[in-house]
Each structure stands twice: as C-alpha cells, then as structure tokens.
C-alpha cells in the first residue's frame, strides 16, 4: 500500500463490530437483531461485580451480500476482550442454527463470522465452553449448504475454543494484525513456562500466529490489508467460489502426512513450519 | 509435571467397556481405538490417554495434542466413511479423560487449534450422518480437549466421581487471565455455578443427559461396569428415537434460560 492509498483507504481494524457487520452488508440493509436496547445482558456477570453491556458484546446484523441473504455475527472485542459468555455466544449459535434452517427451506441464508476473541469469557466458564461446542455444532451444519466465512482483523485476534471455531469455517481471512491460535500467550506461559513461551515477546508471538504466518502455512485463506472494501471484496469473491472441495478439518490425511515430516524433538520456529505446510495438505 | 501421576481413567474403562478388544493397529500410543458391542450392536470406542514416551513433550500427560487431534478425526471418519452406504450407523463413543489441550510452542506452530477443529468437526460430522455419538466422562474434560473429544455428542454421561471434572481453564491460569487470586476465583466457583469445578455444579447446567454413581471409578467393578454399559445402551435407545441431530437436547435448564431466551428472539425476529 503505497501512501495515497493508505490515505484513502478506510481501516476495519478501526471500525467498531456494528461498523464492521454494516461495511460487509450491502449497502443499506443492515438490520440487527437482538439490538442494545432489548438489554439481553449476561446473567451472570452481575453477580461477580462486573458492568455488563447491553449487547453483551456482539453484533447480529442481517441483510443481503452480494445480493444474497446473509448474517454477520460481529464480536466486540472491547467487551470483555470478545470473550464468549452464556448470551453473546447463544446469539452465534442460534443465528448458524437459523441460517441452517433456511437453508433446509431453501432460503441460501450464508454467515460470516468477525472472530475478535479471547474464546471463553471465564466467568461464565461451563457455560462459554458449552456454548462455544454448540457454535462449532452451528458451522459444520451450516457449512453443508453455504460458505461460512471467518475473518480475523486485530486487535485482539482470535483464540481459545474460537480458534477451533476458525479451524472449521469454510474460508478464513485474516489481517497482518492478527493473531490465530488456540493458547493466548499468557496461559502457555504459565503452564509451559517462560522457556517455552514469552508472552511479553510480541515479534515471537507474531512470527507464529501473526495471520501474515497463518497464510504462509496453508491455516488462512486470504492474507488482507487493513481496508474494509479489500475485505468487502475478499468476502464476495469466496461466497461467489462458493463451497471448497473440503474444509481444512476435513484434511485429514493430508495434515497427518505433513505432521510427520515435523521433528518434535526441536523446538519449532516459523521458517520450518511454513517449509512444511507450505507444500500444502492433500484431501 | 514429571510427579503428577498420570491418569489411567481413559484406558481402564475403554479396555472395560470393550471387554478388552484388541486396538486398532495404526494409532499412536495416545490414542486409543477399539472396536466392539454396545448391546448387541457393533459401537467404536476412543480414548486419548496419557503417554510418557510422546514425542511431542508438552503431550504426554493426557493432553489432546497436534497428533492426537488428528488421529481421533481419523478414528472418527474412518466409521463414517465405512458406513455411508450402510443404513444402520455404528454408534461412536467417546470415553473422556484429557487433563487439558497441549500447551507449547510447537503446538502453536504447527496450529493445534486446527487439530482440535479436526476432531470436533469428525465428531460433528458423525452425529450428522447418523451416529448415535456418545461422550462418557470418566475424569477430566477440560476445556479445548474436551472441545475436541467429546462436546460435539449427542449425549454426554459422567460418573458422579470427586476427580470427575469439567471446565473451561485450569485455576492458575484462569486466575491470572482474569486478574484475580486464586481464593477470589474459588470463592466465586461457590456462588456461580458454571465456574465451578465439580460434576455436580455442571450437572446443574443441563448439559449432561446422565449422571451415573460408581462404587470405584478409578478400578470399575462388574456392577459399574453394567451400570455404565446399561446407560450406553439407553443412550443410543433415546438418540435412536429422536428426530433431532442437533445439540438441542442441552437447552433445557433453569441456569440456561438465557440461552433459550436468545434463540427465541432471535426466531421472532428472523427475516
């Protein structure tokens, strides 16, 4: 991007989720559901002394992309670090339950999904991790009819049990921004150790789960720049593709293959994982 | 880690079960594959279980790993793929002890998360063909691991046992992440039931469809073997009679009415 372009250009990662569902619809129908003012807030962040949002932190917008009916399930990464509680986790999983079913009507209802999450909100623990199945549960369904797309901008990235929600989503695109993987560094740090992971090593941190990475070793599909229309565009041109041959859970053998050309008794760096997954994973 | 005695739930009661079946050949050491009856119908069953030899060292304590995500996918399609023209699905059950997801660099490097969509989409993906999928929960079910063994069932069963465990993150980290002690964490696991540790908080979840007594659940004895065995077959009974492959069946707690709530304005206001 040279300096007029990023000069004209309009930032996602800027955008908040309400901005970001509203810039992937097609101009004009964004039409959110479960709105701020129904006050559907998490029942049980209350009880622990936490200020709840009214949203819960996440976006349900309806509308057409591309002309074709579609719901962006956009989590607000500035609530609770996106993370998963008991309602803003039921509104992803309900939303892929009801696009399922339109399509079983035959209405192509397809879903895109704004991973900016931790993964499981903490103090709502069983119920995030339940609920967070039942959104992986929503994916391999819908998926069977329509794309799902992933998109992962930054800042936060995407993480936790989220990150397997990523993992099945039919295409994944991501930002130089973000990050991709299940462990946040803090918790590898304190369960591995400071050895085996720095989490204050940000350019360590990057050059494994930097999305950048992430392309080069086969785990996202398209690796964008931070301009809402390239994202826009990405995401049309995937839906228009329509479904992949398999989704990258389904490639198993091809990822076993890979997984045995890795010697576990070295430590990993990012140049020989992408010498290994760059050669790809056969179906 | 070295002293923490690793778990031999996984591999006790799937050799119980299956009457000491021999394993399939072809798994690594961490998974456990046999095939054998549930009633008098052909059922597989998997474990992952502990091994101290795995070459990847942040996995040999009952973690699912990069490895073991992926061979239990394997363990999982290799059913479904044998089974698509046949009428009558094999039933699938998973039997669950895994102390937590691999935590290392490696296993970021070469995308656990994606190892762990693998199996939960196998998983996924059976109950969806038609595999009456169980998940029975024999000690730890913690967080990605158990994301990835067990979660995507059409049922789940537990022993009501003190080691018998499910959460979203160990209490250390779960601590730090959210900036608390560890004694202001467990004071709240006593006053908000689904960050509590124990089975009997998150039976209150609605989650489980059984919750089975044992007299020893680390060395079953013949009668907790029938025990089990007799849920397993009722299991697949009341799965057999459902129309439904979903995961609906979970919804029906007073501590999950916000979860209902969602999905019914969401209907309403559909369009």
């Keep these: 991007m040279d300096t007029q372009q990023l000069l004209e250009r309009q930032s996602f990662i ?50 057409t992309i591309d002309g074709q009916p579609a719901v962006v399930l956009g989590i607000d990464g500035g609530f609770q670090g996106g993370s998963m509680g008991e309602v803003s986790a039921a509104k992803i999983a309900g939303s892929l339950e009801l696009a399922a079913e339109d399509n079983r009507k035959g209405i192509p209802t397809r879903a895109v999904i704004l991973f900016e999450t931790g993964g499981v909100r903490l103090q709502e623990a069983n119920l995030g991790l339940a609920a967070i199945a039942e959104i992986h549960a929503g994916i391999v369904d819908l998926r069977r009819y329509q794309p799902v797309i992933g998109i992962t901008a930054g800042p936060i990235g995407c993480y936790g049990g989220m990150s397997i929600a990523a993992g099945l989503c039919s295409y994944l695109i991501g930002t130089r921004e973000a990050r991709l993987g299940l462990n946040g560094p803090a918790v590898i740090e304190q369960e591995a150790g400071i050895a085996e992971f720095d989490s204050r090593d940000r350019p360590m941190i990057w050059s494994f789960t930097g999305c950048e990475q992430r392309h080069r070793t086969g785990l996202v599909d398209d690796y964008v720049a931070d301009d809402a229309d390239a994202i826009r565009a990405a995401v049309i041109e995937r839906f228009r593709a329509g479904r992949p041959e398999a989704c990258r859970s389904e490639r198993v053998a091809g990822f076993l293959t890979r997984l045995s050309e890795v010697d576990p008794g070295v430590q990993a760096t990012p140049e020989q994982a992408a010498a290994i997954y760059g050669k790809g994973f056969q179906l | 880690m070295s002293t923490q005695e690793l778990s031999k739930r996984g591999a006790v009661w799937l050799d119980a079960l299956t009457y000491s079946a021999p394993l399939q050949a072809g798994y690594p050491p961490s998974v456990r594959v046999a095939d054998a009856r549930l009633g008098d119908r052909p059922a597989r069953f998997i474990a992952v279980v502990p091994d101290p030899d795995n070459p990847f060292p942040r996995a040999r304590g009952g973690e699912v790993g990069l490895v073991e995500g992926w061979e239990v996918a394997r363990a999982v399609r290799e059913v479904v793929d044998a089974d698509s023209k046949r009428e009558e699905k094999r039933a699938i059950v998973a039997v669950i002890d895994v102390a937590s997801q691999a935590y290392g660099r490696r296993e970021e490097a070469y995308g656990i998360h994606q190892a762990l969509a693998a199996a939960a989409d196998a998983y996924a993906s059976a109950r969806l063909a038609g595999h009456p999928v169980i ?35 160990g209490k250390e980290s779960a601590a730090r992440v959210t900036l608390r002690s560890v004694a202001d964490l467990e004071a709240f696991t006593a006053r908000v039931p689904p960050m509590a540790y124990d089975i009997d908080n998150y039976a209150s979840l609605g989650l489980l469809w059984k919750l089975l007594s044992v007299t020893n659940a680390d060395a079953p004895t013949s009668a907790d073997q029938t025990t089990v065995e007799k849920a397993l077959q009722v299991a697949f009974d009341d799965i057999r009679n459902d129309p439904s492959r979903g995961l609906e069946s979970r919804l029906g707690s007073e501590h999950r009415a916000a979860s209902a709530t969602v999905r019914r304005k969401l209907r309403e206001q559909w369009r």
Excluded: C
């Design chain 2, 135 to 169: 998940g029975l929960i024999v000690g730890r079910a913690m967080s990605g691991a158990f994301l990835a063994h067990g979660y995507q069932a059409n049922r789940l069963i537990a022993l009501a046992d003190p080691k018998v465990m499910v959460h979203a993150m």
């Design chain 1, 14 to 63: 800027e955008l908040d989720a309400r901005s970001r569902a509203n810039k992937l619809l097609d101009e004009g129908t964004f039409s959110e559901l479960i709105d701020p003012f129904q006050r559907i807030t998490s029942p049980w962040l209350m009880r622990q002394g936490i200020v709840t949002q009214a949203d819960d932190g996440m976006v349900v917008a309806k509308g």
